[in-house]
C-alpha cells in the first residue's frame, strides 16, 4: 500500500473529486489548500511541482507527482484494490470502466464547457470536435445510468465517482437537461449517497 500522500486542494474545483476518491479508498493524505485568490496555483513552489499551476495535484511520498483526474482516480483504484474500485483486469467489465473513466474528461467535460461559455453561440460542428454534441453527450449518459445502478453494472466503481461527481456539480450550476432527467438525477443521488463522499465534502 501506498505511503502518505501530499494532496494539493480547493474545494471549488476538481480536486474535490479526488479527495471524494481518496475517502473512497481509505488512503493516508495531507491535504494543502490552494488559495486561487492568492494566487497560490501560481506561485513558483507550486509551478515547480506541476507546471500547468492545476489541482488535483498528488506528490506521492517517493516524490512521484500526480495530475489529470482520472489518472488519479485509476491510479488510486488500482493501488488501493482492497476498496473495490476497478474491475478485474482485463475483463470485459474492465473495457466498460475505462471507457466511462475517461468519457468524463474527453466527452462530457468539454461539451459541458461549450454549452455552458458558448450559451449565446451557435454549436461547434460535430464534424469539428470529439464529442458530437452537448445533447449527444447527455443522451449517452442518461442510457447507460437507466440500465443499471451504476456505470459498470452493479459494481460502484472509480468511474461512478468521475462522471457522478461531473453530474452533480454541472447539475447544480444549471447545465441543461440535467436536472430534468429522472434517470441523471436517480443516479446521482445514488452514487453520493456514501459515507465516503460525505467526508468529502466536509471543510478540508
Do not use: H
Not at 488512503?27 to 490552494?34: I, N, P, Q, R, S
Not at 464534424?127 to 449517452?140: C, E, H, I, K
Not at 440535467?178 to 436517480?186: F, G, K, P
Amino acid at each position: 500500500m501506498p505511503g502518505k500522500i501530499t494532496f494539493y486542494y480547493n474545494p471549488m474545483s476538481r480536486a474535490a473529486t479526488a479527495r471524494w476518491m481518496l475517502e473512497e479508498v481509505g488512503a493516508e493524505y495531507e491535504t494543502v489548500l490552494v488559495d486561487f485568490e492568492a494566487g497560490d496555483n501560481r506561485k513558483p513552489e507550486f509551478l515547480a511541482i506541476n507546471r500547468m499551476g492545476k489541482i488535483p495535484t498528488l506528490v506521492l511520498d517517493d516524490g512521484t507527482v500526480l495530475t489529470e483526474t482520472a489518472a488519479i482516480l485509476a491510479w488510486l483504484a488500482e493501488a488501493y484494490p482492497a476498496a473495490g474500485l476497478a474491475p478485474e483486469p482485463a475483463s470485459p467489465a474492465r473495457g466498460s470502466y475505462y471507457r466511462w473513466l475517461f468519457f468524463g474528461g474527453s466527452c462530457f467535460e468539454p461539451a459541458l464547457t461549450e454549452t455552458m461559455m458558448r450559451k449565446d453561440a451557435a454549436p461547434l460542428s460535430k464534424m469539428a470536435v470529439g464529442w458530437g454534441s452537448y445533447n449527444d453527450v447527455v443522451d449517452t449518459l442518461e442510457q447507460a445510468v437507466s440500465r443499471t445502478p451504476y456505470l459498470v453494472g452493479e459494481q460502484f466503481t472509480a468511474a461512478d465517482v468521475y462522471i457522478g461527481s461531473q453530474l452533480s456539480w454541472a447539475g447544480s450550476f444549471g447545465a441543461p437537461r440535467l436536472q430534468d432527467s429522472t434517470a441523471i438525477q436517480a443516479y446521482v443521488e445514488r452514487v453520493v449517497d456514501r459515507d465516503a463522499y460525505r467526508r468529502a465534502m466536509r471543510p478540508a
